[in-house]
């Protein structure tokens, strides 16, 4: 059984900093692709960054690019997005994401998902 949980969201102004986590617990992490998605109040969730099963790949919605980076820590089962320059627009629920994809980069692939957390920033 998959499980995933999210850390790291909270209340940051505008130009500021936060690193989102998630522990995932379970098989197989290593040989996976990972991803954030995110969702705002009224809209559809999105993507925001995957990263391939060895961490050599990553992929970024044009939003973020630029001020986002995803990495991982296999031997710690972790996915951390590193969140800087932070705009208004970022505010959301941010969700991690385990792929039945090594490459991480098949938004469709994702199945497994943890309870998100909030991320609110304000201006």
């Known amino acids: 059984q998959v499980q995933l949980v999210e850390s790291g969201g909270g209340l940051v102004q505008a130009g500021g900093s936060l690193r989102l986590s998630c522990a995932a617990s379970?098989?197989?992490?290593?040989?996976?692709?990972m991803g954030w998605f995110r969702q705002a109040p009224g809209k559809e969730r999105e993507f925001v960054a995957g990263?391939?099963?060895?961490?050599?790949?990553?992929n970024y919605a044009d939003s973020v690019k630029g001020r986002f980076t995803i990495s991982r820590d296999n031997a710690k089962n972790t996915v951390y997005l590193q969140m800087n320059s932070l705009k208004p627009e970022d505010t959301a629920v941010y969700y991690c994401?385990?792929?039945?994809?090594?490459?991480?980069?098949?938004?469709?692939?994702?199945?497994?998902w943890g309870q998100g957390t909030q991320v609110t920033v304000s201006s």
């Open positions: 990263i391939s099963w060895t961490g050599t790949s990553t």
């Open positions: 379970g098989r197989g992490f290593s040989f996976y692709g």
């Open positions: 994401a385990r792929s039945t994809d090594p490459s991480g980069a098949v938004t469709t692939s994702f199945p497994y």
